[in-house]
């Protein structure tokens, strides 16, 4: 039996979709036709629900999946926080991003199962709701990246802490290039932990909700995933894995360009001019903030991250890149410094620095 908690009659007018199927808490993102991007609401919504279930022992797992065939969830409101920024409505700025770290951290922590359903495009803040997850699922339709740097910020919503988890250095691959990735990289890359076709989805959740919830409810979990596990074959990062490690070893974003030059090869070339495109202040502040997150907790690393969106908020380079991109679609912004050689390494460390008392995050 399923009960609606929403109050709505009208499903498509509400963001979120929460329901409980037997003992399975379930999570849809609703808004397909803008790819179920996450603004402040939901981000509200689904912290609230989430601590009444942590409290319902009824409630022996969680689910959350995106409404529609095309996402799991394209990445935060980037147009409503524009628009904010457009009649300097600080305050909204800050409530994001403090309320959406709060909530990334909320669900690493969470004391019960939570299984992301990763079907379609999951970027930027909708990878801040699944990949914190104990289990991570990806189908065949699963597209997965972090692109801030191509919008001039960098890659949030811990990216500071899972991406220098991947193996070598494929986590500063993908968070500088913002290169998007399919089912089987994200499990080579431990993005992942589970691959299944999309058409056993249902197959997966009606196990969860007819299961015998008597032992461990982790490892009952892992059973049944693993029962539905579809593999995906070899991924293309493993492929690529030697050049990637080779070029990305540098000590700075000008040593990367300088490797990827001297590589002389299809991928160096092609990889080249993806980061040419990109902000340079973005890519220097994003490759010290993966840099610092190797040796640091996901606290640690929201706390930073925190630092690091109240200031680029405030700099020309996000919103130049939003226009570019989400407003105009032009595709052609004009970054505040040409290249990476004329970002001044004092200008990027003042991101890092601490904000006042009051103002920091203090996960």
């Known amino acids: 039996m399923s009960t609606v908690s929403n109050t709505s009659d009208n499903t498509a007018e509400t963001p979120i979709l929460f329901s ?89 922590t969470y004391p019960k199962p939570y299984i992301a359903l990763m079907d379609g495009i999951t970027m930027g803040g909708g990878v801040g709701v699944s990949v914190h997850g104990r289990f991570r699922v990806v189908t065949e339709r699963t597209l997965f990246a972090m692109p801030e740097t191509g919008i001039g910020f960098f890659p949030d919503v811990g990216g500071g802490y899972f991406l220098p988890r991947c193996p070598g250095k494929i986590g500063m691959y993908l968070g500088l290039t913002g290169a998007r990735v399919k089912a089987a990289d994200c499990l080579y890359a431990g993005l992942a932990t589970h691959g299944a076709e999309s058409t056993k989805l249902d197959a997966i959740k009606n196990a969860l909700a007819n299961t015998t919830w008597d032992g461990d409810d982790f490892a009952i979990v892992e059973d049944i995933l693993n029962k539905h596990e579809t593999p995906f074959g070899s991924a293309l990062l493993s492929e690529i894995r030697s050049e990637i490690d080779h070029c990305f070893a540098g000590d700075s974003v000008a040593a990367i360009f300088e490797s990827l030059q001297d590589a002389n090869s299809a991928f160096g070339t092609e990889t080249l001019e993806t980061l040419s495109g990109k902000s340079p202040t973005a890519l220097c502040v994003s490759f010290e903030q993966i840099l610092q997150g190797a040796d640091m907790s996901l606290a640690e690393v929201l706390n930073m991250e925190y630092r690091l969106a109240q200031r680029m908020v405030c ?24 290249d990476v050689g004329q970002v001044d390494p004092r200008e990027v460390a003042e991101y890092f620095e601490m904000l006042p008392e009051d103002k920091e995050l203090n996960l």
């Not at 397909?32 to 022996?60: C, F, G, H």
């Not at 305050?91 to 309320?99: G, I, T, V, W």
């Open 20 to 108: 409980q199927d037997g003992p399975v808490g379930r999570i849809v993102l609703n808004r397909p036709k803008a790819l179920n991007a996450l603004d402040l609401v939901m981000v509200d919504m689904m912290m609230a629900q989430l601590k009444s279930w942590e409290q319902d022992e009824t409630v022996k797992v969680v689910v959350v999946e995106g409404a529609g065939e095309k996402a799991f969830c394209a990445g935060g409101d980037i147009r409503g926080l524009y628009d904010a920024r457009q009649v300097d409505n600080d305050e909204m700025l800050d409530a994001f991003y403090r309320r959406e770290y709060h909530l990334n951290h909320y669900i690493a």
């Open 315 to 338: 700099k020309p380079d996000l919103f130049e890149g939003v226009r570019a991109v989400i407003i105009d679609k032009d595709h052609a912004p004009k970054w505040q410094h040409g």
